[in-house]
């Protein structure tokens, strides 16, 4: 994308408007080439800011482009350093929210195309739909009639692919990072109505990162939170949560077989792995140790009703798991 430059981008700027004929100009220049250096990306950011007119084509193209740079031009291809990730965080937010929605769908974007990129990052979007729930507003509010303390299936859906795409297909279990933020977001609606999409996603991937915690090989992240709620939300309280019991026991029912024991060579090569990730993201993964789980676990003083859920299937269902886990289990277990 070297004739950036030779394109009138300073009119463009002046005049604080991104055209139909401004989007296919710069899309011409930019897949003659394929190449944005930081340069370009600075102007392609500034010309996001600067003007506030801009033609429905624009966000694809700036997302694309700028994931182009991130990613597959900047050293090491491929993947994503922590300081091009805070540099990316720094452009699209402030004070740690981003400020548009197009600026979130970057964070996605990036984190969906990098074959790994640093949990802190994967941590920061989830942060935004927890802003959203917990505020009520923010950009991924913007035009929605929800209040502070609830979470919509759609919201839940996009913690889904955040997820996901930070996982990247591969067999990475969730992290401490994107956990904590996962169980500060139940805290939040723990008062309200039980969300049966919440319920589903949080139980798996909170029991996801108790089994690996307790030494287990996980699957796939898509195989491990796909979506099997299906609750009638129009029941009363008492048989919601009844039903979420229900629900939670019958979708964790091939837990035992999606997760397996990892022999001393798997255990050896996954801690490889995680080495050479913090190598190449220049971050460390922080583990999500059984004494961080017991703690958040109730930590408001009672269970949540996704908590309830969590223990309930447990209880009855009996995985081995570590014995930190499992004696807080049984403890909060009675005490619900």
Not at 144 to 164: D, F, M, N, Q, T
Not at 241 to 259: E, G
């Given at each position: 994308?070297?004739?950036?430059?030779?394109?009138?981008?300073?009119?463009i700027?002046?005049?604080?408007?991104?055209?139909?004929?401004?989007?296919?100009?710069?899309?011409?220049?930019?897949?003659?080439?394929?190449?944005?250096?930081?340069?370009?990306?600075?102007?392609?950011f500034?010309?996001?800011?600067?003007?506030?007119?801009?033609?429905?084509?624009?966000?694809?193209?700036?997302?694309?482009?700028?994931?182009?740079?991130?990613?597959?031009?900047?050293?090491?291809?491929?993947?994503?350093?922590a300081?091009?990730?805070?540099w990316?965080?720094?452009?699209?937010?402030?004070?740690?929210?981003?400020?548009?929605?197009v600026?979130?769908?970057?964070?996605?974007?990036?984190?969906?195309?990098a074959?790994?990129?640093?949990?802190?990052?994967?941590?920061?979007?989830?942060?935004?739909?927890?802003?959203?729930?917990?505020?009520?507003?923010?950009?991924?509010?913007?035009?929605?009639?929800?209040?502070?303390?609830?979470?919509?299936?759609?919201?839940?859906?996009?913690?889904?692919?955040?997820?996901?795409?930070?996982?990247?297909?591969?067999?990475?279990?969730?992290?401490?990072?994107?956990?904590?933020?996962?169980?500060?977001?139940?805290?939040?609606?723990?008062?309200?109505?039980p969300?049966?999409?919440?319920?589903?996603?949080?139980?798996?991937?909170?029991?996801?990162?108790?089994?690996?915690?307790s030494?287990?090989?996980?699957?796939?992240?898509?195989?491990?939170?796909?979506?099997?709620?299906?609750?009638?939300a129009?029941?009363?309280?008492?048989?919601?949560?009844?039903?979420?019991?229900?629900?939670?026991?019958?979708?964790?029912?091939?837990?035992?077989?999606?997760?397996?024991?990892?022999?001393?060579?798997?255990?050896?090569?996954?801690?490889?792995?995680?080495?050479?990730?913090e190598?190449?993201?220049?971050?460390?993964?922080?583990?999500?140790?059984?004494?961080?789980?017991?703690?958040?676990?109730?930590?408001?003083?009672?269970?949540?009703?996704?908590?309830?859920?969590?223990i309930?299937?447990?209880?009855?269902?009996?995985?081995?798991?570590?014995?930190?886990?499992?004696?807080?289990?049984?403890?909060?277990?009675?005490?619900?």
């Amino acid at each position: 994308m070297g004739g950036l430059r030779s394109l009138p981008v300073n009119d463009i700027l002046k005049r604080q408007t991104i055209g139909f004929d401004d989007v296919l100009l710069l899309k011409r220049v930019f897949y003659e080439d394929g190449i944005v250096s930081s340069d370009e990306a600075d102007l392609l950011f500034s010309m996001n800011e600067a003007c506030s007119v801009q033609h429905a084509d624009w966000p694809d193209f700036f997302v694309e482009a700028i994931t182009d740079y991130l990613v597959f031009q900047e050293q090491p291809r491929g993947y994503l350093t922590a300081a091009n990730a805070n540099w990316l965080v720094d452009r699209v937010s402030l004070d740690g929210k981003v400020r548009s929605k197009v600026g979130f769908d970057l964070i996605l974007s990036v984190l969906d195309k990098a074959r790994w990129a640093p949990a802190s990052l994967s941590k920061f979007a989830l942060s935004q739909v927890k802003h959203a729930v917990v505020t009520g507003k923010g950009p991924l509010r913007q035009g929605k009639h929800l209040a502070p303390g609830k979470i919509s299936e759609g919201e839940v859906e996009l913690l889904r692919r955040i997820l996901y795409a930070f996982g990247g297909g591969r067999n990475v279990a969730v992290t401490r990072d994107e956990a904590d933020v996962l169980f500060d977001i139940d805290e939040t609606v723990a008062g309200s109505l039980p969300n049966a999409a919440w319920t589903d996603l949080f139980v798996k991937a909170v029991a996801n990162v108790m089994m690996s915690a307790s030494g287990y090989s996980v699957p796939s992240r898509e195989e491990a939170l796909k979506q099997e709620a299906d609750v009638d939300a129009d029941s009363d309280q008492a048989s919601l949560l009844s039903s979420l019991l229900s629900m939670v026991q019958s979708n964790l029912s091939s837990m035992q077989t999606a997760y397996h024991d990892q022999s001393i060579e798997e255990r050896a090569l996954a801690r490889l792995e995680h080495q050479r990730i913090e190598i190449i993201t220049h971050e460390e993964i922080a583990d999500a140790d059984p004494s961080w789980l017991v703690g958040r676990l109730g930590r408001g003083g009672r269970l949540s009703p996704s908590e309830r859920a969590l223990i309930a299937y447990l209880n009855h269902e009996g995985p081995k798991i570590h014995p930190t886990i499992t004696e807080a289990v049984c403890r909060l277990g009675q005490a619900a």
